[in-house]
């Protein structure tokens, strides 16, 4: 089992020329494995977290609702964002400057096999992050990613949370709102959720910009306890 995770930072890099690198890291590990079955091998697997920020763009889901995006074609151009339907779950999300996503793209063989551990875990890192910075966050039943001000009236999200597996491989991630200009969500309907509203650490602090490498590395550091991993 392989535990080691490699760590690459795109800074920023257009939505879809990164979809295509996943893609091409997912189907080299996929590729791979079903190599080390029909033929018998065990050659280790490899695991890789992209950390990435993207130019404002808009993705849906496979199980999402077109009806979630508010703008039109031109007025998309207008706001200069990008609009994509791709194939992890979840619903409708916004994704631009000041935000820092994350892509694990594991074998998850090489740590657990449950799904569901795995995305608890991610939305743990999340959390174990922001209460570094004295902020109390949650989960919402139902709802992936992690909140704010759970059942209550002033419940928000900070992160949302997508992925997709295959052959217990992962792509797609999170989204963590850091810096990022929360206007752009007022074009969607957050995750097909009415009625909550989204916010930033930023905000939440009520500063003027927070440290993002700071951030990842509070980040990457829950994520090697929860994964009992070693990033290179």
């Known amino acids: 089992m392989n535990k080691k995770i490699q760590l690459q930072d795109l800074g920023s890099k257009d939505y879809k020329a990164t979809w295509e690198y996943q893609e091409e890291l997912f189907k080299d590990i996929v590729d791979l494995k079903i190599r080390n079955r029909r033929e018998e091998l065990d050659l280790e697997t490899p695991n890789?977290?992209?950390?990435?920020?993207?130019?404002h763009v808009y993705t849906?889901?496979?199980?999402g609702d077109f009806e979630n995006l508010l703008?039109?074609?031109?007025?998309?151009?207008a706001k200069g964002a990008t609009f994509y339907k791709i194939n992890r779950g979840g619903d409708i999300t916004y994704h631009g400057p000041g935000q820092i996503v994350g892509y694990p793209i594991l074998d998850l063989e090489n740590f657990f096999t449950d799904i569901h551990k795995y995305l608890r875990f991610l939305?743990?890192?999340?959390?174990?992050t922001l209460e570094e910075y004295g902020l109390k966050c949650g989960r919402s039943d139902g709802?992936?990613?992690v909140w704010l001000d759970v059942g209550t009236p002033f419940a928000r999200k900070i992160c949302a949370l997508g992925v997709r597996a295959s052959r217990w491989v992962t792509m797609h991630g999170f989204a963590l709102n850091v810096n990022v200009d929360l206007g752009y969500f007022d074009n969607i309907?957050?995750?097909g959720i009415r009625g909550k509203g989204v916010t930033s650490?930023?905000?939440e602090l009520g500063v003027e910009r927070v440290d993002e490498a700071e951030v990842k590395a509070?980040?990457?550091k829950h994520l090697t306890h929860l994964f009992e991993a070693e990033f290179v």
Do not use: A, D, M, R
């Open 143 to 145: 709802e992936t990613g």
């Open 189 to 191: 309907i957050p995750c």
């Open 48 to 55: 890789y977290l992209l950390f990435v920020e993207h130019p």
């Open 218 to 220: 509070k980040i990457i």
């Open 201 to 203: 650490l930023q905000v």
């Open 71 to 77: 703008l039109n074609e031109k007025q998309l151009e």
């Open 60 to 63: 849906l889901g496979k199980s």
């Open 123 to 128: 939305e743990e890192s999340i959390i174990l």
